[in-house]
Structure formats: C-alpha cells, structure tokens
C-alpha cells in the first residue's frame, strides 16, 4: 500500500500562493489517480482537484484558474500549486491516491487565508 504526507500548509493573506506536496512511500505515485479534498469547519470535505495516472487533470468550479496540480515522479510526489488565495480556501487539505478499489489518505494540512 502507498503511505501518503501532505505538506506545505499555513497561514497566508488573501491573494497569497502556496503550494501543497504530497509526498508518497511504499508505491509508485504515478500509478495512482490522485485528488485533493479539502474539508472546513462546519462543512463536509470537497474535492478540489485531481489529476489521473495518465495525467489529465481537473478541477472543481470554485478553484479553476487558481489552482494547479502536477507530478514530479522523480520525488514520487503530486503538487498543488494555490494562487490568488481566498478567505473561502481555508480548509483542511487532504490528499488522496486511488487504484482500482483502493483508496488511500494523508493526514491533512491546513490552510488559512486570512483577509
């Protein structure tokens, strides 16, 4: 099975970037369909973004044009690049890789925008 870290959370103002890792152990990332969720307080978790083992990409409504993924295979690690930041980004950030049946989760990192 794949062990997944996320990384790269913080605290950032409105119109900031960050950009989120997920580092994977255990498996070839690239054999994975890979998703980031986010989840507020009060709120159920969402998807934001993802990106397939072919590697297309796509992205929820509220975040295109704003957001990036992509892969560095050498690092075995998925990137969520975050610009122009909103108040309404703030979330905990999850990242999840799929094969098949199998699904597996990071432990999240959060992210707060502040305005």
């Known amino acids: 099975q794949v062990q997944l870290v996320e990384s790269g959370g913080g605290l950032v103002q409105v119109g900031g970037s960050l950009r989120l890792s997920c580092a994977a152990s255990g498996r070839l990332l690239s054999m994975y369909d890979v998703s980031w969720y986010r989840q507020a307080p009060g709120k159920q978790r969402e998807l934001v973004a993802g990106?397939?083992?072919?590697?297309?990409?796509n992205y929820a409504d509220s975040v295109k044009g704003r957001f990036t993924l992509s892969r560095e295979n050498s690092k075995n690690t998925v990137y969520l690049q975050m610009n122009s930041l909103k108040p309404e980004d703030t979330a905990v950030y999850y990242c999840n890789a799929t094969w098949g049946s199998a699904h597996y989760w990071g432990q999240g990192t959060q992210v707060t925008v502040s305005s």
């Open positions: 990106i397939s083992v072919g590697d297309s990409t």
